[in-house]
Nanobody, 124 residues
Framework: QVQLVESGGGLVQAGGSLRLSCAAS????????MGWFRQAPGKEREFVAA????????YYADSVKGRFTISRDNAKNSVYLQMNSLLPEDTAVYYC?????????????????WGQGTQVTVSS
């Protein structure tokens, strides 16, 4: 049974930082691309960042490029999202996702496994 468990969300002031973690179990983690998505109230889920199975390739939404960094530790079955220079518009529930993707990593519908989400709130 595949489980993805996010942690690290919280309340932070604009300009601050948070580091999200996603711990995976029940899958051969090093074979899976990992993605971070977010959904704000009243809005559709959107792509934030993704990383290839090896960690050799990373992908970012334009809105977070230069502020967020995705990384993974295959020895710990974990993926991380370092979020710096946070803005109020970054407020959302953040989800990690996993699938054996080579491309289309920005497309949420391509991911078969999802975590339960962690709330990030950025105050102005």
């Amino acid at each position: 049974q595949v489980q993805l468990v996010e942690s690290g969300g919280g309340l932070v002031q604009a300009g601050g930082s948070l580091r999200l973690s996603c711990a995976a179990s029940g899958l051969t983690f090093s074979s899976y691309a990992m993605g971070w998505f977010r959904q704000a109230p009243g809005k559709e889920r959107e792509f934030v960042a993704a990383i290839s199975w090896s960690g050799g390739r990373t992908y970012y939404a334009d809105s977070v490029k230069g502020r967020f960094t995705i990384s993974r530790d295959n020895a710990k079955n974990s993926v991380y999202l370092q979020m710096n220079s946070l803005l109020p518009e970054d407020t959302a529930v953040y989800y990690c996702a996993a699938d054996r993707l080579v491309d289309s990593v920005r497309v949420g519908a391509k991911y078969g496994y999802w975590g339960q989400g962690t709330q990030v709130t950025v105050s102005s």
